[in-house]
C-alpha cells in the first residue's frame, strides 16, 4: 500500500483528471443514454410467477402504467350521486382533457359502457383508469404533474377529487437528491467540529461524491444491460454516501496523526495508507463479500440491489486509497487545522496520537467494571431486540402513506367505495385449451370463489379482441386489503383446497397471481432462505477475521455481536412501522408490515458496517497485545485509542443514514432509519460497552488459535503497526501518550 501511495502522490494530477473525467464522463453518457431500470420479481417455482408468465404469454401487455382518478359527492352538499348531471358533465370535461395531455395514452371514464363497474353500489364514488404511453419511472414528471392538476381543477364544493397509482405518487417525491444533500450537509457539520479544519472536512466528502456521482451515473448505463430495478440507485446511494465518508475519515485521521507527528506530508500519507488503508480495503471487502452474498437468493430483484450497492462500496473503496492520497499531495500540511499548524511550529511534533481525556478514562472505566458494563449492554440490547420476534414481512402500498397525501386518500376512497380487498384483487389464471369441459370447470370455480368467506365477488374479466382463447383470468376481490393476514390466509385457502377441488378430474390448470400474491409469495420466498443467507454472511465474515487476528474467539464475538445488533435493529424497525409507535410523530404515515426485501438489504451492510468497526477497533487492540502479550492494556488502549474516531465515523453514519427519511420511498425511509438506529447500537453500546467489556472478562484466550489451525492459514495484515515516530526509542511501540500517563497513574 505504501508503493501505491507513492504513485498517487507523484502522478496526483493524473489521479485527479481520471477521477474527473470518470465522474464526468459517466454523468454525460447516462444523460444521453437515459435510464432502463425494471422492476422484475423473478422468483421461479411460485404460483404467481406462473401466473405472471402465462399472462405475459397470453395477453399482450399495455404500454405504459396505468393510475386512478378517484372522485367522490358529498349529498348534502353538492349531489346525490357521481351519476348526477352536473357531476358527470364537469368530470367528463376533466377526462377528456387529460385524454389530451401529453403522454396519456386511454382513459377509461365510468361513464362509458367499458367502465361500468367503476362506479360503487351507494353511487357516491367512483373512478377513472389513465393508462400512460410509458411505464411510471419512464414518464416527465412535468407531464404527470399536468394530469394531477387538471384532475384537481375539478374539485369543487363538495366534490372531492383525489390521484392514485406510481405515476402519481412521483409528484409527491422531495426533489431528486434532497435526502443525499442533507446528508452531506450534516456529515460536513460533524467532520469540522471533528477536524476543525475546512480542506480535511472536504476530503471525505469529496471522496463520497466522486464514488457516489460516478455508481450512479454508471447504474443508469448498466440498466440498460442487466435487470436494475428502479429503488437501486437509492440504496447504491445510502451505501455509498455512508461508507465513502467513513473510510476517508479513517484514513484522514491517521494522516492528520502523521503530520502531527512530524512526518512530511508524503511519508504521512504513505503511512496512512499502509495502516488505515489496508483497514479500508478490509473492511470495504467485507461490505463487498456480504452484498454479494445476495445473489445466493436467487432472486433478480435483489441481485439489481446487490450489484449497485457493491458498486458504488468498490467506488468508494477505489476512491479512499487513491483520491485522498492525490488530494494529500495538493494540500500538504494545510489538512490540519490553523491551530494545529500553529503548534507544531511553535512546539514542535508529538510522538502519536494522545487520546482526549474522556477517552482514556472510560477505557480504564470499562476495565474496572466489566461485569456490570456487560450485563448493562445485554439488557439493553434484548429488550430492543424483543418486538423482532413480531416481525412480519409483507409489502407497503398507497395506504401505508401520509394522510395528506392524494394517493393516500384515493386508496381510501377506493377502499371505502369498493371494499378493502379493490386495491390489491387477486387473479386466477386458467388454461382453459380443453374447451368447453375447462371452461364449465372453471365456471364452477368462479361460484365456488364467489361463495368462499373473505370473498367480495369473483368474476371472469372479458377478453380483449385478439387476445389468445386459450386463457382466462378471473379477478377475485378479498373482503380485506392486501396487507392483511387474512388476505394471506385466503390465499392459502384458494390454493390448498377450493382451486384444486375444481381441477380434479379435469384438464384445467388455474394459478393465482397478481400484485397482492406476488408479494406473498416474494415474501414467502425470502422468508425461507433468510436462515442460510444470515449464516453465509456470518460465517465469511468470521473466517475473514479468523485470518486477520489469528484468534478464534474474536472472530465468535463479533459474529454474535452483529447478530445482536441485527435483532435490536430490526426490533426499532417492527416497534416503528409495524406496530405504528411514533409514526405520526415522524409524519411516516401508516403502519403496515416490513418490507420483505428489507431485512437481505439491510442484513450484509449491517454486518459490513459492523466488521467495519470491529476491524478497526480489534486491530489496535491487536496491535498493542503482539508488542506486550498484556489483554487489559491491548483492550484499554485500543478502546482509548479508537474510541473517538469510531464514535465520529457513527454520528456521520446515523446522519447520512436518518437524513434518507426526506428520500420519499418507504423502502429507503426504513432502510435509513433501520441503518441508523443499528450503527448507533453498534458503535455506541457494543463497539464501546460490550466488546470490550467481554475481552477484557475473557482476558488472553481472546488471542488463542490452534497451532494446526494456525500453520494452515494464510497470512493477512489488516493493519500493521506503526513504525516508531521521529523521536522514539529504536523497536518503541506506538503507545499514545494518553496511554502512559494511565499507567503511570496506576
Same mark, same amino acid.
Given at each position: 500500500?505504501?508503493?501505491?501511495?507513492?504513485?498517487?502522490?507523484?502522478?496526483?494530477?493524473?489521479?485527479?483528471?481520471?477521477?474527473?473525467?470518470?465522474?464526468?464522463?459517466?454523468?454525460?453518457?447516462?444523460?444521453?443514454?437515459?435510464?432502463?431500470?425494471?422492476?422484475?420479481?423473478?422468483?421461479?417455482?411460485?404460483?404467481?410467477?406462473?401466473?405472471?408468465?402465462?399472462?405475459?404469454?397470453?395477453?399482450?401487455?399495455?404500454?405504459?402504467?396505468?393510475?386512478?382518478?378517484?372522485?367522490?359527492?358529498?349529498?348534502?352538499?353538492?349531489?346525490?350521486?357521481?351519476?348526477?348531471?352536473?357531476? *358527470?358533465?364537469?368530470?367528463?370535461?376533466?377526462?377528456?382533457?387529460?385524454?389530451?395531455?401529453?403522454?396519456?395514452?386511454?382513459?377509461?371514464? %365510468?361513464?362509458? %359502457?367499458?367502465?361500468?363497474?367503476?362506479?360503487?353500489?351507494?353511487?357516491?364514488?367512483?373512478?377513472?383508469?389513465?393508462?400512460?404511453?410509458?411505464?411510471?419511472?419512464?414518464?416527465?414528471?412535468?407531464?404527470?404533474?399536468?394530469?394531477?392538476?387538471?384532475?384537481?381543477?375539478?374539485?369543487?364544493?363538495?366534490?372531492?377529487?383525489?390521484?392514485?397509482?406510481?405515476?402519481?405518487?412521483?409528484?409527491?417525491?422531495?426533489?431528486?437528491?434532497?435526502?443525499?444533500?442533507?446528508?452531506?450537509?450534516?456529515?460536513?457539520?460533524?467532520?469540522?467540529?471533528?477536524?476543525?479544519?475546512?480542506?480535511?472536512?472536504?476530503?471525505?466528502?469529496?471522496?463520497? &461524491?466522486?464514488?457516489?456521482?460516478?455508481?450512479?451515473?454508471?447504474?443508469?448505463?448498466?440498466?440498460?444491460?442487466?435487470?436494475?430495478?428502479?429503488?437501486?440507485?437509492?440504496?447504491?446511494?445510502?451505501?455509498?454516501?455512508?461508507?465513502?465518508?467513513?473510510?476517508?475519515?479513517?484514513?484522514?485521521?491517521?494522516?492528520?496523526?502523521?503530520?502531527?507527528?512530524?512526518?512530511?506530508?508524503?511519508?504521512?500519507?504513505?503511512?496512512?495508507?499502509?495502516?488505515?488503508?489496508?483497514?479500508?480495503?478490509?473492511?470495504?471487502?467485507?461490505?463487498?463479500?456480504?452484498?454479494?452474498?445476495?445473489?445466493?437468493?436467487?432472486?433478480?430483484?435483489?441481485?439489481?440491489?446487490?450489484?449497485?450497492?457493491?458498486?458504488?462500496?468498490?467506488?468508494?473503496?477505489?476512491?479512499?486509497?487513491?483520491?485522498?492520497?492525490?488530494?494529500?499531495?495538493?494540500?500538504?500540511?494545510?489538512?490540519?487545522?490553523?491551530?494545529?499548524?500553529?503548534?507544531?511550529?511553535?512546539? $514542535?511534533?508529538?510522538?502519536?496520537?494522545?487520546?482526549?481525556?474522556?477517552?482514556?478514562?472510560?477505557?480504564?472505566?470499562?476495565?474496572?467494571?466489566?461485569?456490570?458494563?456487560?450485563?448493562?449492554?445485554?439488557?439493553?440490547?434484548?429488550?430492543?431486540?424483543?418486538?423482532?420476534?413480531? +416481525?412480519?414481512?409483507?409489502?407497503?402500498?398507497?395506504?401505508?402513506?401520509?394522510?395528506?397525501?392524494?394517493? *393516500?386518500?384515493?386508496?381510501?376512497?377506493?377502499?371505502?367505495?369498493?371494499?378493502?380487498?379493490?386495491?390489491?384483487?387477486?387473479?386466477?389464471?386458467?388454461?382453459?385449451?380443453?374447451?368447453?369441459?375447462?371452461?364449465?370447470?372453471?365456471?364452477?370455480?368462479?361460484?365456488?370463489?364467489?361463495?368462499?368467506?373473505?370473498?367480495?365477488?369473483?368474476?371472469?374479466?372479458?377478453?380483449?379482441?385478439?387476445?389468445?382463447?386459450?386463457?382466462?383470468?378471473?379477478?377475485?376481490?378479498?373482503?380485506?386489503?392486501?396487507?392483511?393476514?387474512?388476505?394471506?390466509?385466503?390465499?392459502?385457502?384458494?390454493?390448498?383446497?377450493?382451486?384444486?377441488?375444481?381441477?380434479?378430474?379435469?384438464?384445467?390448470?388455474?394459478?393465482?397471481?397478481?400484485?397482492?400474491? &406476488?408479494?406473498?409469495?416474494?415474501?414467502?420466498?425470502?422468508?425461507?432462505?433468510? %436462515? #442460510?443467507?444470515?449464516?453465509?454472511?456470518?460465517?465469511?465474515?468470521?473466517?475473514?477475521?479468523?485470518?486477520?487476528?489469528?484468534?478464534?474467539?474474536?472472530?465468535?464475538?463479533?459474529?454474535? !455481536?452483529?447478530?445482536?445488533?441485527?435483532?435490536?435493529?430490526?426490533?426499532?424497525?417492527?416497534?416503528?412501522?409495524?406496530?405504528?409507535?411514533?409514526?405520526?410523530?415522524? $409524519?411516516?404515515?401508516?403502519?403496515?408490515?416490513?418490507?420483505?426485501?428489507?431485512?437481505?438489504?439491510?442484513?450484509?451492510?449491517?454486518?459490513?458496517?459492523?466488521?467495519?468497526?470491529?476491524?478497526?477497533?480489534?486491530?489496535?487492540?491487536?496491535?498493542?497485545?503482539?508488542?506486550?502479550?498484556?489483554?487489559?492494556?491491548?483492550?484499554?488502549?485500543?478502546?482509548?485509542?479508537?474510541?473517538?474516531? &469510531?464514535?465520529?465515523?457513527?454520528?456521520?453514519?446515523?446522519?447520512?443514514?436518518?437524513?434518507?427519511?426526506?428520500?420519499?420511498?418507504?423502502?429507503?425511509?426504513?432502510?435509513?432509519?433501520?441503518?441508523?438506529?443499528?450503527?448507533?447500537?453498534?458503535?455506541?453500546?457494543?463497539?464501546?460497552?460490550?466488546? %470490550?467489556?467481554? !475481552?477484557?472478562?475473557? $482476558?488472553?484466550?481472546?488471542?488463542?488459535?490452534?497451532?494446526?489451525?494456525?500453520?494452515? +492459514?494464510?497470512?493477512?495484515?489488516?493493519?500493521?503497526?506503526?513504525?516508531?515516530?521521529?523521536?522514539?526509542?529504536?523497536?518503541?511501540?506506538?503507545? #499514545?501518550?494518553?496511554? *502512559?500517563?494511565?499507567?503511570?497513574?496506576?
Amino acid at each position: 500500500m505504501a508503493a501505491w501511495a507513492r504513485w498517487c502522490l507523484r502522478h496526483r494530477l493524473v489521479v485527479l483528471l481520471l477521477w474527473v473525467g470518470a465522474l464526468f464522463g459517466t454523468a454525460v453518457a447516462s444523460g444521453v443514454a437515459g435510464s432502463a431500470y425494471a422492476n422484475v420479481f423473478g422468483f421461479p417455482g411460485t404460483e404467481s410467477s406462473r401466473a405472471m408468465e402465462r399472462m405475459e404469454k397470453a395477453f399482450p401487455q399495455r404500454a405504459g402504467d396505468t393510475d386512478s382518478v378517484v372522485w367522490e359527492v358529498d349529498a348534502d352538499k353538492y349531489a346525490k350521486s357521481v351519476k348526477d348531471p352536473a357531476v *358527470r358533465e364537469r368530470m367528463s370535461a376533466a377526462l377528456a382533457d387529460i385524454g389530451k395531455l401529453p403522454e396519456v395514452g386511454t382513459v377509461v371514464s %365510468p361513464y362509458e %359502457p367499458e367502465g361500468a363497474r367503476q362506479i360503487s353500489e351507494n353511487g357516491r364514488i367512483a373512478y377513472a383508469e389513465v393508462t400512460f404511453t410509458k411505464q411510471a419511472f419512464e414518464l416527465r414528471k412535468e407531464n404527470i404533474q399536468k394530469v394531477v392538476d387538471r384532475a384537481e381543477e375539478a374539485r369543487t364544493g363538495g366534490l372531492r377529487v383525489e390521484l392514485g397509482g406510481q405515476a402519481i405518487e412521483q409528484t409527491q417525491e422531495p426533489p431528486a437528491g434532497l435526502s443525499e444533500a442533507v446528508g452531506i450537509v450534516a456529515a460536513a457539520v460533524v467532520l469540522f467540529l471533528a477536524f476543525g479544519s475546512l480542506f480535511a472536512m472536504l476530503l471525505p466528502l469529496l471522496n463520497a &461524491i466522486f464514488a457516489v456521482g460516478t455508481g450512479l451515473s454508471a447504474l443508469i448505463l448498466l440498466s440498460h444491460v442487466v435487470d436494475l430495478p428502479d429503488v437501486a440507485p437509492l440504496m447504491g446511494s445510502l451505501i455509498g454516501l455512508g461508507v465513502g465518508i467513513d473510510y476517508a475519515l479513517f484514513i484522514v485521521t491517521r494522516h492528520r496523526k502523521g503530520l502531527r507527528a512530524g512526518l512530511d506530508p508524503a511519508e504521512s500519507a504513505m503511512r496512512a495508507l499502509d495502516t488505515s488503508g489496508r483497514a479500508v480495503l478490509f473492511a470495504g471487502g467485507t461490505v463487498c463479500i456480504a452484498l454479494l452474498a445476495m445473489f445466493s437468493l436467487d432472486l433478480s430483484f435483489l441481485n439489481g440491489i446487490a450489484i449497485a450497492a457493491t458498486l458504488t462500496t468498490l467506488l468508494s473503496v477505489a476512491a479512499a486509497v487513491t483520491l485522498l492520497p492525490a488530494m494529500f499531495g495538493f494540500l500538504g500540511h494545510r489538512v490540519l487545522s490553523r491551530k494545529e499548524r500553529r503548534a507544531l511550529a511553535e512546539e $514542535g511534533p508529538r510522538e502519536g496520537e494522545k487520546p482526549g481525556g474522556r477517552a482514556v478514562r472510560w477505557a480504564s472505566f470499562v476495565e474496572r467494571r466489566p461485569k456490570v458494563l456487560a450485563a448493562v449492554a445485554l439488557v439493553v440490547m434484548a429488550v430492543l431486540a424483543i418486538p423482532t420476534l413480531s +416481525l412480519r414481512l409483507g409489502t407497503n402500498d398507497q395506504g401505508n402513506q401520509p394522510e395528506s397525501q392524494t394517493t *393516500r386518500k384515493a386508496y381510501d376512497l377506493l377502499a371505502e367505495g369498493f371494499g378493502p380487498g379493490f386495491n390489491g384483487p387477486l387473479l386466477m389464471v386458467a388454461d382453459v385449451s380443453g374447451g368447453a369441459a375447462e371452461q364449465r370447470a372453471l365456471d364452477g370455480l368462479v361460484r365456488r370463489v364467489n361463495g368462499t368467506e373473505g370473498v367480495v365477488r369473483a368474476v371472469q374479466l372479458p377478453a380483449a379482441p385478439g387476445t389468445a382463447k386459450d386463457t382466462a383470468v378471473v379477478q377475485v376481490v378479498p373482503t380485506t386489503s392486501p396487507q392483511s393476514e387474512k388476505t394471506d390466509r385466503l390465499i392459502d385457502t384458494l390454493r390448498d383446497d377450493i382451486v384444486p377441488a375444481a381441477e380434479r378430474g379435469t384438464a384445467l390448470e388455474v394459478d393465482i397471481g397478481g400484485a397482492t400474491a &406476488i408479494q406473498k409469495d416474494f415474501a414467502s420466498v425470502i422468508g425461507e432462505r433468510l %436462515p #442460510p443467507f444470515i449464516a453465509l454472511i456470518v460465517g465469511l465474515g468470521a473466517l475473514l477475521l479468523l485470518v486477520a487476528f489469528r484468534s478464534v474467539v474474536v472472530p465468535l464475538t463479533a459474529a454474535v !455481536m452483529n447478530l445482536i445488533a441485527a435483532a435490536a435493529s430490526f426490533g426499532v424497525l417492527v416497534a416503528i412501522f409495524q406496530w405504528g409507535w411514533g409514526m405520526d410523530l415522524l $409524519g411516516l404515515g401508516k403502519e403496515g408490515p416490513i418490507i420483505s426485501f428489507l431485512p437481505v438489504i439491510m442484513l450484509p451492510l449491517l454486518f459490513g458496517l459492523s466488521m467495519d468497526y470491529q476491524v478497526f477497533l480489534v486491530s489496535r487492540m491487536h496491535e498493542e497485545w503482539v508488542h506486550t502479550k498484556d489483554n487489559a492494556r491491548a483492550v484499554r488502549a485500543g478502546l482509548a485509542d479508537t474510541s473517538r474516531v &469510531i464514535n465520529c465515523a457513527a454520528l456521520i453514519m446515523i446522519c447520512v443514514f436518518s437524513s434518507f427519511i426526506l428520500s420519499g420511498d418507504r423502502g429507503g425511509v426504513m432502510a435509513g432509519l433501520g441503518l441508523a438506529g443499528s450503527v448507533a447500537l453498534d458503535a455506541f453500546i457494543l463497539r464501546m460497552v460490550l466488546v %470490550p467489556a467481554l !475481552m477484557q472478562l475473557i $482476558g488472553r484466550a481472546n488471542w488463542w488459535l490452534p497451532r494446526a489451525i494456525d500453520k494452515r +492459514l494464510p497470512h493477512l495484515a489488516v493493519d500493521p503497526p506503526d513504525r516508531p515516530y521521529p523521536g522514539a526509542a529504536p523497536g518503541a511501540s506506538p503507545e #499514545p501518550e494518553g496511554e *502512559r500517563e494511565l499507567v503511570a497513574e496506576r
